[in-house]
């Protein structure tokens, strides 16, 4: 998949360019803080979680962060079926700062779901 690149050497796109594609960084999101905690989470789970991402479109952002060093498969024994997604150290680097992200979402922007059902 190719990725946008910004032509910049800033952090900030440099962090775009890894995990500014759609959808990133909710994949992430479910990996970190999506339940059970600190247990690898099951592809059907992360569906599930994720509603409305393709099943294909969740296989290649899950690939791309295993590539980037985000995220890493879990396996039940060697050579076995991925039993689950997890963190890396790397990919957990990535919880206060969207700890932060969220908790600025929710106190600076209005729930558009909300104001269609209102609306």
């Not at 050497?9 to 990996?31: N, P």
């Not at 979680?49 to 295993?66: A, D």
């Amino acid at each position: 998949m190719t990725r946008r690149s910004y032509g910049q050497a800033c952090g900030i796109a440099r962090f775009l360019a890894v995990l500014g594609e759609r959808w990133t960084l909710l994949v992430v999101r479910e990996i970190l803080f999506g339940p059970p905690p600190g247990e690898p989470k099951r592809f059907g789970e992360l569906l599930e979680r994720l509603p409305g991402i393709s099943r294909n479109l969740l296989t290649r952002r899950l690939k791309h962060l295993e590539a980037a060093g985000i995220l890493e498969r879990h396996h039940r024994e060697p050579g076995g079926r991925t039993a689950g997604w997890q963190a890396t150290t790397t990919g957990e680097e990535l919880r206060p700062a969207l700890r932060t992200i969220g908790e600025w979402g929710l106190r600076h922007t209005s729930d558009p779901a909300r104001s269609r059902r209102t609306g």
